[in-house]
């Protein structure tokens, strides 16, 4: 008896441990320069929208086959569970601004029943892009190849979080996991407005 009385009260000791144990915010990565972008309505989108707010980015091409309409899909199930966080907004940066325009990316958002509520497509200079790509969010861009089955622009597929800051918390595998990972990060900061690591 006195082993099972042992047993039950080390299993809850864990339990209560486990539970009690503080979350942790997602760390500061790095601040997002100044940028000068374009939106889906032609109107000028710089990094002073991304303040006030936790943002959500993607890197997509209206064009793409592959991994473009998966990360759309997974962007608008986030903005469907997040609709209870009033600072969340979502973003997708077109890497491919030759074909991109404003209206392109509008006809896109139209054809795939997408909520323009605070979700912003945008594009601009082929050199803006790069730079807010490469160098600003700091992922993965560049030209394809012509081989049949291969998509013309390669491109990061994953999620950045950005805080009220415009800082960058955190990149986020387009699966389960990292999907949920950022939902739980973003939720962590929505709660926390004033959490830095």
Same mark, same amino acid.
């Given at each position: 008896m006195r082993f099972k009385t042992f047993?039950?009260?080390?299993?809850?000791?864990?339990l209560t441990l486990g539970c009690s144990k503080k979350a942790e915010p997602p760390p500061v990565l790095s601040q997002l320069p100044e940028f000068s972008l374009v939106?889906?309505?032609?109107?000028a989108f710089e990094r002073e929208a991304l303040e006030g707010? &936790? /943002?959500?980015?993607?890197?997509? !091409?209206?064009?793409?086959?592959?991994?473009?309409? *998966?990360?759309?899909?997974?962007?608008?199930?986030?903005?469907t569970r997040l609709s209870d966080v009033p600072n969340a907004q979502f973003l997708s940066v077109s890497v491919?601004?030759?074909?991109?325009?404003?209206?392109?990316?509008?006809?896109?958002?139209?054809?795939?029943? &997408? /909520?323009?509520?605070?979700?912003? !497509?945008?594009?601009?200079?082929?050199q803006?892009? *790069?730079?807010?790509?490469?160098?600003?969010?700091?992922?993965?861009?560049?030209?394809?190849?012509?081989?049949p089955g291969t998509e013309a622009i390669m491109h990061a597929n994953h999620f950045v979080l950005?805080?009220?800051?415009?800082?960058?918390?955190?990149?986020?595998r387009a699966n389960n996991d990292g999907i949920a990972d950022l939902e739980r990060d973003l939720r962590f900061l929505a709660s926390n407005p004033s959490a830095e690591r």
């Open positions: 047993t039950l009260f080390l299993v809850l000791s864990l939106d889906q309505n032609g109107q707010g &936790l /943002s959500v980015a993607d890197f997509i !091409f209206t064009h793409c086959r592959s991994t473009c309409p *998966r990360l759309t899909a997974h962007m608008q199930g986030l903005q491919d601004p030759r074909n991109d325009t404003p209206e392109v990316l509008k006809a896109y958002m139209t054809k795939n029943e &997408l /909520s323009e509520t605070n979700w912003r !497509f945008v594009t601009g200079e082929e803006a892009i *790069r730079e807010v790509v490469l160098n600003g969010f700091k992922v993965g861009l560049a030209e394809g190849n012509d081989q950005v805080d009220d800051k415009a800082q960058v918390r955190g990149y986020y």
